[in-house]
């Protein structure tokens, strides 16, 4: 072979090895982020559409965007270009309550058609993933737990990529039958939540998560024992800057508040010591974590079942009443410390008032009595403030200490801040709980 030919074979050859080596770089294909969502309005001039997702405890809705309509025949767009976490949107109408869920993911494109202020009549004609959950939204009302059953099963199996999946299966979850026997719930208990994944950041903006966590917590009997071992389960290992972490820990703090006529103040102590009072889980806001943190130190200062402490105050004759001579007059003493110039508590007692004079109507014959304590040195309100929620027939009375011993006492600086004890002086609640108070009295009283 000729010698200048072999060595162009030999270097071409080099040449090809080498780069067939070096890898080519690969073009990164963009998913689309984000959502667009096409509405098609008509005879809906000057009406609002909300578009918003629902969080919290107290189902508190998150507005994402809203529009108002100018005309009788117009389009409107919901539209996001960002990067999204998948949830369940909501659609309502400002003026009309009534709302439908939407299955929102990166990428979902919708177009719906709306011709009047019933949202619920609302047409997809774009996405059959949302096509089919507006028809099993609409066909809730007239399908048997079994129906139910058997469509959510078909769709779950139709998206199984789609957050519906995610949705379907919590309800699946929810409706499951539980177990009978003792060992048999404490293993369904246990493994409750093997079905999905608890740091799923959509956790976040599913509705149902919150019945899901309450069906969770009512396996086993309501006792701190349980309780305790329910909290652990669900977020002893979890990392408290995830997503879901203040999705659970507050579903606790409410669920606890809720279940107050259980005295599941061990649970609460337990559960604020662990996983609420960390400075590196900055899951309450200030006021919250403040809020939270009264509560504990007054629930290890006067644990429920303790006799609260004796303190005397003065009417606006300065006639002296000990909460020692009170208490056995009545079945139930309900003491509210209050200031007028408070604004929770100018939202707060008019709700005691209705609630108490509901009870002492209901149970007649039995002795229920409200104390009100003027908790400020400035009286120039006390007075106005008693008239104007008319709580005369409250026993209204006021400190004379300049010391306020009574507050480091019971811990009773802020306000507004509330007792209920029995007729031995025996703390039952600590809050005004209108939930567990009617459950106590309900529980002890008899209606005649």
């Known amino acids: 072979m000729n010698k200048k030919l072999t060595i162009y074979l030999l270097l071409l050859t080099f040449y090809n090895l080498l780069f067939s080596q070096i890898k080519k770089p690969i073009v990164a294909q963009n998913p689309v982020n984000g959502y667009t969502i096409n509405i098609t309005t008509k005879n809906l001039a000057k009406e609002k559409i909300l578009f918003y997702f629902v969080y919290g405890t107290t189902k508190q809705n998150v507005i994402v965007d809203s529009l108002t309509i100018k005309s009788d025949s117009q389009k409107v767009t919901f539209k996001m270009d960002k990067k999204i976490i998948g949830g369940i949107y909501f659609l309502q109408i400002a003026s009309n309550p009534k709302t439908v869920e939407l299955a929102i993911d990166n990428n979902t494109k919708i177009n719906l058609e709306l011709g009047n202020k019933n949202i619920e009549t609302i047409k997809c004609t774009l996405s059959s993933e949302n096509k089919d959950f507006l028809d099993y939204q609409n066909q809730l009302k007239m399908l048997d737990i079994p129906q139910k059953n058997a469509l959510r099963n078909s769709l779950l199996k139709k998206y199984p ?18 177990p009978q026997t003792l060992d048999e719930k404490i293993k369904f208990r246990n493994s409750f939540f093997s079905f999905m994944d608890k740091t799923d950041k959509r956790i976040y903006l599913i509705p149902n998560i919150y019945k899901l966590l309450y069906s969770y917590v009512n396996i ?37 508040n809720y279940f107050e006529s259980k005295n599941l103040e061990k649970a609460y102590t337990y559960f604020f010591k662990k996983y609420v009072d960390d400075v590196k889980c900055d899951i309450l806001t200030n006021v919250e974590k403040n809020a939270e943190k009264n509560r504990y130190i007054t629930s290890t200062k006067l644990p429920n079942g303790s006799v609260i402490p004796d303190f005397t105050m003065v009417d606006s004759d300065l006639k002296e009443y000990k909460i020692a001579s009170i208490c056995p007059q009545n079945e139930y003493t309900f003491i509210a410390f209050f200031s007028p110039s408070c604004i929770h508590c100018q939202e707060t007692i008019p709700k005691v008032k209705i609630l108490f004079d509901q009870l002492i109507a209901f149970y007649p014959t039995h002795k229920i009595k409200v104390v009100s304590i003027l908790n400020d040195k400035d009286e120039s309100l006390w007075s106005k403030f008693i008239a104007d929620n008319k709580l005369e027939n409250w026993l209204n009375l006021k400190n004379t200490n300049p010391a306020n011993k009574y507050q480091e ?38 209606k005649n």
């Open 409 to 446: 006492t019971l811990n009773a600086y802020s306000n507004p801040n509330f007792f209920l004890v029995d007729t031995t002086g025996k703390i039952i609640l600590k809050s005004f709980n209108p939930f567990a108070i009617a459950e106590i009295f309900k529980q002890n009283l008899k």
């Open 161 to 178: 990529n789609s957050i519906l999946n995610l949705y379907f299966k919590i309800e699946n979850k929810i409706s499951e039958t539980q």
């Open 220 to 256: 086993l009997p309501i006792t701190n024992e349980n309780y305790i071992q329910n909290i652990d389960l669900l977020l002893n290992g979890m990392d408290c800057k995830l997503t879901t972490y203040p999705v659970y820990t507050k579903w606790f703090i409410s669920n606890l």
